[in-house]
Nanobody
Framework: QLVESGGGLVQAGGSLRLSCAAS????????MGWFRQAPGKEREFVVF???????YYADSAKGRFTISGDNAKNTVYLQMNSLKPEDTAVYYC?????????????????WGQGTQVTVSS
């Protein structure tokens, strides 16, 4: 089970840190990803991190967002800085047992319920 938290309302230029706590199993050997979905749009890739530490960010997230993890807490974080109104979406964390195609939502096996991020202008 994956549970996201940390979403909320923030002004443009502000920051939020999202958390994704995993329970039921240890996900440290899997790939973790963050996606987001704005109203009326498809789910969009944000970032993934392979178990070996390799990370890859969407262009929209580069330089502003940072993924990190705490294996002891079985938790993954998404630090989001310099937020923009276009970052407004429901953010989801996900786990994949694969090591390829990690920028595609269809390659993830487990999903959290999502947390709402709203950035006001």
């Amino acid at each position: 089970q994956l549970v996201e938290s940390g979403g909320g309302l923030v002004q443009a230029g502000g920051s939020l840190r999202l958390s994704c706590a995993a329970s039921g199993r240890t996900f440290s050997t899997y790939a973790m990803g963050w996606f987001r979905q704005a109203p009326g749009k498809e789910r969009e890739f944000v970032v993934f991190s392979r178990s070996g530490g390799n990370t890859y960010y969407a262009d929209s997230a580069k330089g502003r967002f940072t993924i990190s993890g705490d294996n002891a807490k079985n938790t993954v974080y998404l630090q989001m800085n310099s937020l923009k109104p276009e970052d407004t979406a429901v953010y989801y964390c996900a786990v994949s047992t694969r090591n390829y195609g990690l920028n595609y939502a269809s390659n993830y096996d487990y999903w959290g319920q999502g947390t709402q991020v709203t950035v006001s202008s």
